[in-house]
């Protein structure tokens, strides 16, 4: 078992949920650990853990977004893990800096939110395994705050990179929304306030 393995069983063993449906989900996750020793990689199929990072301005009034290439769509950073990550945070780290820019990035250890999507460019092939089965990031996300001078950088997986009002993303997921609600709790702000609205 991998140091990531087992760091990410430890992390999510230990992590509090927000809400019943997060919690169920934190159980799957911890389960799809137990059952795939390389349940952290790419090539564990249909299901495998990613990382993201949702980054907040110093102010905590916006958030940094990536157009990703392939999906077409604003996400927080993120993406798979590599086998030089050591802990899950670490990935979500990597992956924040490579896809944003900013090589200063400190994430809260503390998951934020855990996800579970369909991945249809995931390949082989158009999205599934070799048996058809559609595949799966069972995706861990984090927080990271950023000085007031931060300046964003586009990088080869993106088609563009940009803050956003937190109270205006584009096209906004009902899960994109709590994880900025979640985020904003997080620091410190309370909801109503300023920017959220």
Not at 84 to 94: E, I, Q, S
Not at 142 to 169: N, Q, T
Request: aromatic content about 4%.
């Amino acid at each position: 078992m991998s140091d990531l393995h087992s760091d990410a069983l430890a992390t999510l063993g230990s992590w509090s949920a927000p809400d019943p449906d997060q919690e169920q989900l934190r159980r799957r996750y911890v389960a799809h650990l137990q059952a795939h020793p390389d349940g952290m990689q790419r090539s564990c199929r249909p299901d495998h853990l990613t990382a993201s990072t949702l980054v907040l301005s110093a102010d905590h009034r916006q958030v940094l977004l990536t157009l990703h290439a392939k999906a077409e769509r604003w996400f927080q950073l993120g993406g798979h893990c590599e086998p030089d990550d050591h802990r899950l945070v670490d990935a979500a780290t990597r992956e924040a800096r490579e896809e944003s820019g900013l090589p200063g990035l400190v994430l809260d250890a503390v998951p934020l939110q855990l996800s579970e999507h369909e991945v249809p460019f995931c390949r082989p092939p158009a999205g599934t395994d070799p048996d058809g089965r559609v595949v799966h990031h069972l995706d861990v996300r984090f927080l990271a705050v950023v000085a007031a001078d931060a300046v964003p950088a586009i990088s080869k997986e993106s088609l563009d990179v940009r803050w956003w009002p937190a109270g205006a993303l584009p096209d906004p997921e009902p899960e994109l929304l709590d994880l900025v609600r979640l985020a904003r709790a997080r620091v410190g702000v309370s909801p109503g306030t300023p920017g959220e609205d």
